[in-house]
């Protein structure tokens, strides 16, 4: 990216700065999800590997959780359902009669089984990355986080899938509407996340919404919608006249 992109590096044409961030997986240790406006953390999308004979060591105490951080202090014995199974944020896990088992379509890959049990647990091997956008520090408008954009792209060289359906677009989207000194994200919170999606051909998923009927970024539009919302809103008001 920093060779493919020289040009933009020393003249950039941009209303502000833009930065690429790449994390090597969700543990995220260069906060490119919060500091970059263009972020890029490793992941898979195949099941976890699990190697069972080494999740009933550590269950049995013959090898030390977190990779052995916690040397020296006497944390007790390890509980895989306090300290594993019950911390995870899905509830995906479970572990029965010796054996762990983990639900890969729940799992959002935060890494915190494969960080307790790095012997037992590695990642899958169908790996590539998910891609936020427009994370950046509270110079104007507040501190702002990265939105997930694309849950998961291999990545294969030369990259032009990401160069071309991704990068390429947002740059002329911002450049065309961007306000002198506006980061990405003040431009999509101004034109909203649908717009980026728009821009970048990417169709709304699952994974873009934050909470059920709360997440202001994703709309039907009237063209979607059977009849129009002229029949919806006669409907609604039928409803309650009764």
Not at 184 to 197: N, P
């Amino acid at each position: 990216m920093t060779n493919f992109y020289q040009d933009e590096l020393h003249r950039p044409a941009f209303p502000y700065k833009f930065k690429f961030k790449f994390d090597g997986c969700s543990n995220c240790c260069v906060a490119s999800i919060a500091r970059s406006d263009l972020s890029f953390i490793g992941t898979w999308r195949d099941d976890i590997r699990i190697d069972q004979e080494a999740v009933k060591a550590y269950v049995g105490g013959e090898i030390p959780p977190n990779a052995g951080a916690h040397a020296g202090r006497d944390w007790g014995p390890f509980d895989i359902q306090k300290e594993v199974i019950n911390i995870c944020p899905t509830n995906c896990m479970r572990y029965e009669g010796g054996k762990l088992e983990i639900n890969t379509k729940e799992c959002t890959r935060c890494m915190h089984c494969i960080n307790v049990m790095p012997r037992a647990l590695r990642p899958g091997l169908d790996k590539g990355a998910t891609i936020c956008a427009g994370a950046k520090a509270p110079i104007l408008d507040g501190a702002q986080m990265g939105t997930m954009l694309v849950p998961f792209i291999k990545i294969e060289e030369p990259y032009d899938e990401i160069k071309e359906n991704i990068i390429d677009p947002i740059w002329e989207w911002w450049m065309e509407e961007g306000k002198n000194r506006e980061r990405l994200g003040e431009l999509i919170r101004r034109q909203s996340f649908q717009k980026l999606l728009d821009v970048t051909g990417i169709k709304a998923m699952a994974q873009h919404v934050q909470e059920p009927r709360s997440n202001p970024y994703v709309f039907w539009r009237e063209d979607e919608v059977p009849g129009g919302w002229t029949r919806d809103i006669n409907e609604f008001r039928k409803y309650h006249q009764r």
